[in-house]
């Protein structure tokens, strides 16, 4: 990978390959582009920035990049939370945010987007033709579709509707040597050739910088029932989740442990029962009475895993109230102090075990953490608060982390369920990979960018 | 790529490698393991044939060929219609036949599955406990899952359920240099890394040998009624399918032209209207009375494109028989003379116009070409039908062939909606990659495979 300084850096030729406007390389502009949502300390300082408009200004931008060796930052929004978007010194922060276009095409029930439309924008142009992208990662009413594909992002519907690798049809990739290629189209099953476009979903901008994404949409679900369940502890609501997914298709099932019940009810007050160990909420679309039946099923296995109480409803606007819930558990959190956010997940039947030992965690590093779950994936979202400043609790917080994605590997899962590996768990990467997988994803990486100049420090 | 000669080969070294009677060399056994189902009229003659029965024979079967240069060309059941198991000169076929292992784990709903397993075996393996595997290739009965995942095969459930792809959680597979590496494993979300199991979901064969696959599985589903719908031609059902789709999620959506109609009720009669000029057969799975609600949903779609008649039951039985009809087409048409089988996947809005493509492609080169589709995928099944040993015949449905590709490519589609290139379409993959993303391929072919001793003539 290419050092680069600022030193004689021919950005002059940037700027001629690139609209007027497009190059930013004022102080206050590299510095509004320097961090993601991660902010780590050590993010770098950008040598410049380019605000692209289209495909062809990505093309250039990382044309000049691989001419003059310069590290090539892609970045959609900037709400990583693995540091994924953090600048490198000397680089150039290539950001998709001004390609917002989104085309609905009903006949074919697909979507074209540039990647910096919002996931939300998707959603809504979607839903004008009675379509769905379903998709939805917390941040989805503020970041791109770009990185959601970047990063494979998933999100609440998961458990039911898949993560976004699902709806991914087609893509148009700048290569690292500035090549533009188009991949997949608009066709819903294609096996010609090797699967390229597969390799560019959750590529973490290491091996190209997407500018089209055809996303196939599907039509409206149902209104959805809710179930509503509270538990004793984590332990025995992972139990009900495990039960739940051999009988019944939830089309979202979160869990919330007693500190986020905490965090919610302090940050906005809902409602919730503050004595409880832990609160599930489930929902089933499936269509028509189904859905009553579906919940009643997930109800039973609530009684049976020892629910405290458990409530079920058909009213949406009901069940819409415990999702907001489940929504404001990030903004709560995050009121609570600085936040290293977790993202393992491990098999559906470790649920419990892995709650049990996350707390082990938080007892022996003497650090808050609230754990909120896709449950019904096994992807839990542990958040390791401490005081802002604390240098100390800091550390602490930071062994946690690296002693809670151990727990991931121990119960035979992985460091990262949809945030990515990014900046914060590369160094975790070989440990759950091995020496062999390690070793082919390089030779993958080095056989597209074989100067190393997208995103380093990225991965590995 | 290695010419590999039998004169000097050392196979007394892969003999000393594997278990007793593991490589087979007689000229019996060598013929039984040169042609796939596609039947390839040059395809080779192996040197040696290993029936491998576990990883580490795999393995060192893989090493011996990687230290003498000699191509490899995994094989699980042979039922390839693109050629893909078909036999090189000098080669090795390596058979994972022999490794059945089928273990199902309810807790995490996955299936353990050795790639010589058959697909109908993971079915009904998971059936024992409530779960279900859905990919359903036309071969489910007879074909592995190794194969299966080596082509990302597809079926009737596609068009809601997805693909093998939607199905793999993890992938032991051996590299060209004969190292074994795990991939995946048994989270249902994983995006540590770069997405390499993706890349090897697909892989034809190309990249390495499957040793070992991790399903996930799905609680079984309700039971399906079916819609029967009669029209006076293809393009009528097909405008029917576009306008479903927009509407409801069927589980099964599969067209039969006049000529499929009529080798059916030739080969078995099963009562089906041979004066329609096109049949749709649908199914909905939604729980409970749900399904008749979809249904009666579709009905209405076929009813607006002027169906002749509609017939809809919630008799799974009476549903059955319709299925069995359209299982029935391949074997139907089969005994109507040689076959070329096509592949083919458009837009689901270019349905009808491929439809009509189809034909006027059929009158030109004085071809008969029966259409199956799974339709609401706009995946089309073209059968090329010829008398045997008419050369002349033959050659025109070989051109007919290639002209289909062109519709296909005409119509924004692929060559290969779930077969695969093979060896039969890699002159048509330029057409559809272009340059650039067929040296794509190359590329991350080399980085895994060097030598190029994988299933060398397949893809390229």
Redesign the interface.
């Known amino acids: 990978m290419a050092s680069a300084g600022t030193d004689g850096a021919p950005v002059d030729a940037l700027r001629a390959a690139l609209p007027p406007g497009a190059v930013l390389t004022d102080p206050a502009s590299t510095e509004a582009y320097r961090h993601d949502w991660t902010r780590l300390p050590d993010a770098g300082f950008p040598l410049a920035v380019v605000r692209a408009g289209s495909a062809e200004d990505v093309r250039a931008a990382v044309a000049w990049a691989a001419e003059h060796r310069v590290p090539v930052v892609p970045r959609g929004a900037g709400t990583s939370l693995a540091g994924g978007a953090t600048a490198v010194d000397g680089c150039l922060v290539l950001s998709t945010e001004r390609m917002t276009g989104v085309e609905i ?6 979507a074209v987007v540039e990647p910096g439309a919002l996931n939300a924008a998707v959603k809504d142009a979607a839903a004008a ?3 769905w992208y379903p998709p939805d990662p917390g941040s989805f009413r503020i970041s791109t579709i770009g990185g959601n594909v970047a ?2 992002a ?1 999100g609440i519907c ?1 458990v039911k509707y ?2 976004t ?2 709806y991914v049809l087609g893509l148009d990739v700048v ?1 690292a040597d500035g ?1 533009l ?3 997949g ?12 476009l ?2 560019f ?3 973490e901008g ?2 190209g910088v997407i500018t089209r994404v055809v996303l196939r949409l ?2 409206l679900p ?1 209104p959805a029932a809710t179930l509503v369940a509270y538990f004793d502890g984590p332990r025995d609501a992972a139990r009900a989740v ?1 039960a739940m ?5 939830p089309s979202m099932l979160e869990l919330m442990d007693s500190a986020v019940i905490d965090a919610v009810e302090a940050f906005s007050p809902m409602g919730l029962d503050r004595d409880a160990g832990a609160l599930l909420i489930g929902q089933s679309d ?5 859905r009553s ?2 919940v009643a099923g997930m109800a039973e296995c609530c009684e049976q895993a020892g629910a405290r109480s458990v409530f079920a409803t058909d009213d949406p606007a009901e069940g819409d109230l415990f999702l907001e819930a489940r929504r404001a558990a990030g903004p709560a959190i995050s009121a609570r102090g600085s936040v290293l956010a977790e993202d393992i ?5 470790q649920l419990p075990t892995a709650m049990e030992r996350i707390e082990a965690v938080a007892r022996e590093h003497r650090t808050e953490i609230p754990v909120v779950a ?1 449950a019904g ?3 839990l979202h542990p958040a390791l608060v401490f005081p802002p400043g604390d240098a100390d609790a800091r550390r602490r917080a930071e062994e946690a982390f690296a002693a809670i994605l151990r727990v991931a590997l121990e119960c ?10 990014g900046r914060t ?1 590369r160094a975790a ?1 070989p440990a ?3 020496e ?3 070793e ?2 390089q ?6 960018d074989p100067l190393g100049i997208l995103n380093p420090g990225v ?1 590995w």
Request: glycine share 18%; proline share 5%; charged share 20%.
């Open positions: 095409d009903p006949a074919t029930r697909t033709h009675g379509l990063t494979d998933g998961c898949g993560v690798r699902d290569l090549r290629v188009s991949l189209g608009r066709t819903v099953k294609d096996v010609a050739g090797l699967p390229l597969e390799l979903v959750g590529n290491t091996l599907i039509p149902s495990v997914g051999a009988r019944v298709r499936a269509p028509g009475a189904a039946v579906e997940c491990v098999p559906v039947d896709h994936d096994g992807n035979g899962g992985t460091i990262t369920g949809e945030h990515g590996v768990k990467l759950q990979l091995g062999d997988v390690m082919l994803g030779r993958v990486r080095g056989a597209l991965l």
